[in-house]
């Protein structure tokens, strides 16, 4: 027997990464290839933005996709994020060149508190939220504070194009498969002050510290290409990435639903205490994820350099927590 669809609410639907996500998501690749979904697409209320959004909808019955079991336009999430059992939150304003994630707070952090207060009010009570929009761990963590009859851990933020990236240079500098790659974690705030740490990591079983054996590489090469990554393609493109970051959310829903077989992965998710972070601070984490939850993995030893670089992005992130106070 097919199985029951469910729904999928995505915001920003009309947007570049909108229209690099929800062929994805309508295709299986998201959340399996018998799973039926319905679209719930939210763009804001100006006339341009929906009709565009029209535009994409067509697009999308054009393709015909047999899982595709619905797709409904909205321009209010309070209708949007009704019932929905997935949130994917990209809607929001990219930076450009020159800027940093966080300036976007006082342009982007409102949407958080007003969509947080929808989803608290009209979704389902088990909703996964993926957080995109940017600065995505503090908007995480606006939109979180705002639903307080919604699990906190229900409320996630976008490490995934991180980790990503991170394994991507990983395996160009070792000459491996990317897919081979185990155990890599990024930990912290998705800004040029994530902290990649691969001192775990493995390649078919060996370790990836010692098959690059060169800890100038990973301070002056590694990190910093990891951490400005989204600002050399805004360079190069003239814009934010969008396949990648679309990429990157359908890993993340995928693997929480339907869980990593072990796998380690990085999300934004908010602390319990765990690795000395205050509770509640949204914060990227290695997890592996089982029957549609996701687990720290424990134990990792944290030497000197780890614990600097974790202090500098947990620095950054109280620090944009303290100046959204205010939309609390
Ligand atoms: N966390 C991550 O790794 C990444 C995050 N991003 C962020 O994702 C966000 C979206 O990026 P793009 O799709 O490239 O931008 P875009 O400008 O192409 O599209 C954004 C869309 O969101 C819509 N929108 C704005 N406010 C909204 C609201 N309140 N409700 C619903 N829709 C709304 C706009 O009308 C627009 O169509 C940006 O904040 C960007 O910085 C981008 C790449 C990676
Ligand atoms: O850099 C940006 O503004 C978009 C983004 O978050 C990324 O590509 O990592």
């Given amino acids: 027997m097919s199985k029951k669809p469910v729904r999928v609410a995505v915001t920003g639907a009309a947007g570049q990464i909108g229209y690099a996500l929800l062929f994805r998501i309508a295709s299986g690749e998201m959340l399996g290839?018998?799973?039926?979904?319905?679209?719930?697409?939210?763009?804001?209320?100006?006339?341009?933005?929906?009709?565009?959004?029209?535009?994409?909808?067509?697009?999308?019955?054009?393709?015909?996709?047999?899982?595709l079991a619905g797709v409904e336009a909205h321009s209010d999430p309070m209708t949007a994020f009704k019932d929905t059992?997935?949130?994917?939150?990209?809607?929001?304003?990219?930076?450009?060149?020159?800027?940093?994630?966080?300036?976007?707070?006082?342009?982007?952090?409102?949407?958080f508190t007003t969509q947080g207060k929808a989803l608290n009010a009209v979704a389902s009570r088990n909703v996964k939220v993926l957080v995109v929009g940017n600065p995505a761990n503090t908007n995480a963590y606006i939109a979180m504070k705002s639903a307080p009859d919604l699990p906190a851990k229900n409320f996630t933020a976008m490490l995934r194009l991180d980790h990503n990236r991170a394994a991507s240079q990983l395996a160009a500098?070792?000459?491996?498969?990317?897919?081979?790659?185990?155990?890599l974690a990024v930990w912290g705030n998705h800004s040029p002050t994530m902290y990649a740490d691969y001192r775990n990591a493995t390649i078919d079983g060996a370790s990836v510290k010692d098959l690059i054996n060169d800890e100038t590489w990973n301070?002056?090469?590694?990190?910093?290409?990891?951490?400005k990554r989204g600002?050399?393609?805004?360079?190069?493109?003239?814009?934010?990435?969008?396949?990648?970051?679309?990429?990157?959310?359908?890993?993340?829903?995928?693997?929480?639903?339907?869980?990593?077989?072990g796998k380690w992965v990085?999300?934004?998710?908010?602390?319990?205490?765990?690795?000395?972070?205050?509770?509640e601070v949204m914060f990227g984490y290695p997890v592996t994820c089982e029957g549609g939850e996701y687990k720290i993995v424990q134990g990792i030893e944290i030497d000197a350099f780890s614990q600097e670089c974790i202090n500098k992005t947990l620095k950054e992130l109280t620090d944009e927590q303290d100046g959204v106070k205010h939309l609390l």
């Fill in 219 to 227: 301070r002056e090469t590694f990190l910093p290409t990891v951490g």
């Fill in 33 to 67: 290839k018998d799973q039926p979904v319905i679209l719930q697409l939210l763009e804001i209320p100006d006339e341009k933005a929906q009709n565009a959004l029209k535009g994409v909808i067509m697009e999308l019955e054009d393709c015909a996709f047999p899982l």
């Fill in 173 to 183: 500098k070792t000459g491996k498969a990317v897919a081979s790659i185990e155990k």
């Fill in 231 to 261: 600002a050399a393609i805004i360079a190069a493109r003239g814009l934010s990435s969008a396949a990648s970051a679309a990429n990157a959310a359908i890993d993340h829903m995928r693997d929480w639903a339907l869980g990593t077989n």
């Fill in 266 to 279: 990085t999300m934004g998710i908010p602390s319990n205490g765990e690795y000395g972070i205050p509770k």
């Fill in 85 to 111: 059992d997935y949130a994917l939150l990209v809607g929001s304003r990219p930076r450009g060149p020159g800027m940093e994630r966080a300036e976007l707070l006082a342009v982007n952090g409102a949407i």
